[in-house]
């Protein structure tokens, strides 16, 4: 009886063990497997590029007003960048989308809806990445190649549904944070300048304050030798 108990304790001991191994093994491949997928698969946050050359990008979920007004300064500076729309957006505007990609600029995909996509799973993330998709798709007669997340929130299901709609995710290296009530033209022009240099993605929204220092922004990143452009300009 006891030799028994001794063989059947053994034999529970080894199962558990083998159990814990399994679950440590893939615990830390799965780790393993974001890591890498974080940090080489499709993510940016700056360019890599040769050039000595920035991005603008301006994700837009409101401020249809103030768009136009943006186009006409980047017109006068001769300048391409990379507009972020929703879908939803994209749907409500779509004549405004049109002159945008009609003026030369890149159309990314900023999601469906604006909300945190890092909450979301594989699943949701797709179909809210498709849905954008197919709305730009069907106003400017192609699908974007770029994907930036909402407020910058995403998750491993998140990357792996832009990848698998061939996308790759842009977030941002330099913020204008123009969005917050105390952001004044002063302050913006100051976020910008002090921290852009090659290869940098200038994250900005289509802001009162943002339009009035952006004049200033143009005129000083070219003083320190730096070019503007769009996205795909600093990614190899």
């Known amino acids: 009886m006891k030799i028994y108990f001794i063989k059947y304790r053994t034999i529970y001991f080894v199962l558990i063990s083998l159990i814990i191994i399994l679950i440590l093994s893939f615990l830390y491949s799965r780790s393993i497997s974001i890591k890498t997928f974080n940090n080489k698969d499709n993510l940016y946050y700056e360019g890599n590029g040769e050039s000595n050359t920035v991005a603008f990008t301006c994700n837009v979920d409101w401020g249809e007003e103030l768009v136009p007004v943006m186009l006409q300064i980047f017109e006068k500076e001769k300048l391409k960048i990379t507009f972020f729309v929703t879908g939803k957006w994209a749907e409500k505007n779509p004549e405004l989308l049109r002159k945008i990609y009609n003026n030369g600029h890149e159309i990314g ?11 979301l799973s594989y699943k949701i993330n797709l179909e809210e990445i498709k849905k954008a998709d197919n709305i730009i798709a069907k106003i400017i007669g192609h ?3 770029l994907f930036a997340p909402p407020s910058g929130d995403f998750s491993e299901a998140t990357l792996r549904a832009a990848t698998d709609q061939n996308h790759k995710t842009i977030m941002w290296s330099v913020d204008t944070i123009d969005w917050r009530k105390d952001s004044s033209r002063d302050i913006i022009i100051k976020r910008v300048v002090s921290k852009s240099k090659k290869n940098s993605i200038i994250l900005m929204h289509p802001k009162e304050e943002t339009i009035k220092a952006l004049p200033t922004i143009i005129k000083e990143l070219k003083n ?9 300009d600093i990614l190899k």
């Open 109 to 119: 995909n900023h999601g469906y809806i604006h909300r945190n996509y890092g909450n």
């Open 143 to 145: 699908k974007p190649l």
């Open 224 to 232: 320190k030798g730096l070019n503007i452009g769009k996205v795909s």
